[in-house]
């Protein structure tokens, strides 16, 4: 999966809501996110040993997560981290904070591109977050740290002026 310069769906349909872009624009745009949700079940088919092997390691990680962190503090990091502009993983992590989707379907261990959530340090203003993203070999992998505010009702929000420079391992 080629990382992706549209901005994922949410942000679209907001786009779209605030009269920044048409419907035909807004129409064009979800159907280059469905094509290639569409490829990836086309690879997952090809190669359904690794697709397996790639789910139960999600699974085991989102499991660890959970013990350590609970699941509502990860879906609150995962969806604020998808609002963060230009971050290439916003792909994978849009619809983060529905609780109907699996939390491991959020977590790509070996399958590009790779999201590891590594470690969650909070304090009472926030979260700092540590994520690996990007290719799969652990030379090309990108590290970041990265720092979440709670705001006034608890909601995790990007820092000002956070952005997406990722420091390589």
Not at 17 to 32: C, F, H, N, V
Not at 60 to 68: I, N, Q, T, V, Y
Not at 74 to 98: K, Q, S, Y
Request: charged share 30%; with cysteine.
């Amino acid at each position: 999966m080629l990382p992706s310069v549209l901005p994922p769906p949410h942000r679209l349909v907001a786009q779209f809501e605030d009269g920044r872009i048409t419907r035909e624009q807004l129409q064009a745009a979800m159907a280059i996110h469905q094509q290639r949700i569409l490829v990836e079940i086309a690879e997952a088919r090809s190669n359904p040993m690794l697709a397996y092997l790639d789910e139960k390691l999600g699974k085991f990680a989102a499991r660890r997560l959970e013990r350590r962190y609970g699941e509502r503090l990860i879906r609150m990091v995962l969806a604020a981290l998808a609002d963060i502009r230009g971050f290439p993983p916003a792909d994978l992590l849009w619809n983060a904070g529905h609780p109907d989707i699996p939390l491991h379907c959020f977590f790509r261990l070996r399958r590009e591109p790779v999201f590891r959530l590594l470690r969650i340090t909070m304090d009472l203003r926030g979260v700092t977050v540590v994520i690996e993203h990007g290719r799969a070999s652990k030379r090309d992998t990108s590290r970041q740290e990265i720092r979440l505010w709670r705001d006034r009702f608890g909601k995790l929000h990007p820092g000002p002026g956070e952005c997406p420079g990722a420091s390589r391992n």
